[in-house]
Structures are given as structure tokens and as C-alpha cells.
């Protein structure tokens, strides 16, 4: 039977007014297998978010901050629909990511999920106008409206000069800037970035968070993030502590 991504959208009013919302969730990694660590083929593992609940509303600019290994890229994963809990329930925009199959997730990612990583992740080979469009390219959208969407969307994050450029041609902040107008070149429900400013000193971080949070009133907007920048202006910190929220406000 096919597996649409609307054959899973949530009966309950409560979850399916969240963009965003996670019950319980509880996500396991092995460490090794088993044969290495015991005669009884126990597999030791680690619990990386143990019992997280958590609800975002479109319009919410949340930071998940929290120690390194506190689980806040396992819960970002998670949410990007990248990754699927060990127990729980996570849905995104309404829908219930547990219950789809891979290629429904696919589907759930291009049509509703922006994803920003802290390392850019932009095809080399590609000028900053072409890694834009791509997302659209498996929406079908025609060759020319993907061009004009991608630099209306790099004008957008203040790169139209330079939507020609490939990515070894700019800078960090500017390759992080093409990787938010890809992200969000599909205008999608949700934006999810892991560390968008690590990796860019503070005046570029700030302009790629000015970009980052005037994308959050019409999205929910979820960064991870040590950054004190990001803590301080997102509307709401979530803080997690081995694999618990300890604060959320
Ligand atoms: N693929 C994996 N296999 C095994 N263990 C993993 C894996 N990914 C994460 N972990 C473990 O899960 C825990 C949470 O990791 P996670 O990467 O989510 O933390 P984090 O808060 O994002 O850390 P950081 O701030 O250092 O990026 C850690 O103990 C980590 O070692």
C-alpha cells in the first residue's frame, strides 16, 4: 500500500496544532557490538535522550542548549525527521513521524523541514544559485522558477551578488547564509539548525542569526546550540542535561 505522508496526519487537536512536539521520547545508541563486549551478547548502550517532552508553536524561536553529549543533536535529528526515537511519539507539522516509513519521512523533509547543519554541507561543484534550487528539483518545480526562487531567496539573505559564486569562492558566513536560503527555498513549516554559528566568528554569527530569527515568525524555528548569541535571543531556551530537559522557558 503506498505510505503517504497524509495518511499519518494526527486525529488529536492538541498534538497537530504544534508545528512541533515530542512525548516521552527516548533514543538508544549501541556501543559496539555485542560479541565484543559479552559472552551473553548483551550490547552495552547509551540512552541519549531519556524521556523528552517537549511542544513548539509556529512563530517559537527555541534554542536547545545544554553540556556536550547532553543529546541535543540527537533531539535535533529527531525533529528534522532524520532519525526515529527507541519509545514515544514525535510529530511535525501534525504529522506522526514514528508511524512513516523512510521514504515517507523523505517526503515529510522536503515538503515541511528546512534543515541547516553547522558545517554548510553545500556541494562544491555547484555555484551558491544552484545549491539553493536544488531542494526544489525533487519537487518538480521547472528549471527557470527554480532559478528565480534561489536568488530571490539568496537577495533574501543579502547574497544576490553573488549567486554565480560556488561555494569554495565565499566565505564561511557566507556559505552558511546559502545553506539558510536552501533550507528555506521550499518555505517549510519547520527550520532545524545544529550549530549554524559554530563555526563563524562573532559580527558573521550575528548576521546569520539575524537571518535565522526573522525566518521564525512565520515557521517554528529550533537551533542547538553552545552559542551564548543564539541563547540570549531565542524566545525560549530548552536546556538538556544527559539526555533530560532540565529547563524549558
Ligand atoms: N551514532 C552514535 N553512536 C553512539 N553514541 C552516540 C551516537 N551519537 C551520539 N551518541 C552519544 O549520545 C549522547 C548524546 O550525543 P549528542 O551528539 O546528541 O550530544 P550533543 O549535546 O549534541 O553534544 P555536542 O554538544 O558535543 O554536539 C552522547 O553520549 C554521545 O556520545
Redesign the pocket.
Known amino acids: 500500500m503506498a505510505d503517504s505522508v497524509a495518511d499519518h496526519r494526527l486525529r488529536s487537536a492538541d498534538e497537530s496544532s504544534f508545528a512541533l512536539h515530542c512525548q516521552n521520547v527516548v533514543r538508544e ?1 549501541s ?1 559496539g557490538s555485542a560479541s565484543m563486549f559479552s559472552s551473553r551478547g548483551d550490547v552495552p548502550t ?1 540512552r ?1 535522550l531519556d524521556g523528552v517532552s517537549l511542544s513548539i508553536s509556529t512563530g517559537e524561536f527555541v534554542a536547545i542548549a ?1 553540556p ?7 533531539l535535533l535529528h529527531l525533529l528534522a525527521a532524520l532519525d526515529t526515537p527507541d519509545s514515544g511519539d514525535i510529530s511535525v507539522a501534525g504529522t506522526d513521524v514514528t508511524s512513516l516509513s523512510s521514504r515517507g519521512r523523505t517526503t515529510l523533509r522536503r515538503d515541511t523541514i528546512g534543515i541547516v547543519f553547522q558545517h554548510f554541507h553545500l556541494l562544491p561543484s555547484l555555484s551558491a544559485r544552484g545549491n539553493v534550487a536544488l531542494p526544489l528539483i525533487e519537487r518538480g518545480v521547472p528549471k527557470r522558477a527554480r532559478r528565480e526562487r534561489a536568488v530571490e531567496l539568496l537577495e533574501q539573505v543579502g547574497l544576490g551578488d553573488r549567486a554565480t559564486h560556488k561555494p569554495g569562492e565565499l566565505s564561511g558566513g557566507e556559505q552558511q547564509r546559502v545553506a539558510i536560503a536552501r533550507a528555506l527555498v521550499s518555505d517549510p513549516d519547520v527550520l532545524v539548525a545544529d550549530e549554524p554559528t559554530g563555526e563563524l566568528d562573532t559580527e558573521t554569527g550575528h548576521r546569520v542569526l539575524d537571518y535565522i530569527e526573522q525566518t521564525a515568525d512565520e515557521r517554528a524555528v529550533v537551533v ?1 546550540t ?1 552559542d551564548q548569541h543564539v541563547i540570549d535571543r531565542a524566545d525560549r531556551v530548552v536546556r ?1 542535561r544527559d ?1 533530560v530537559v532540565v529547563n524549558d522557558g
Open positions: 545508541y556501543r547509551v541519549a545544554g556536550s553529549g547532553s543529546g541535543k543533536s540527537t542547538a553552545h538538556l539526555g
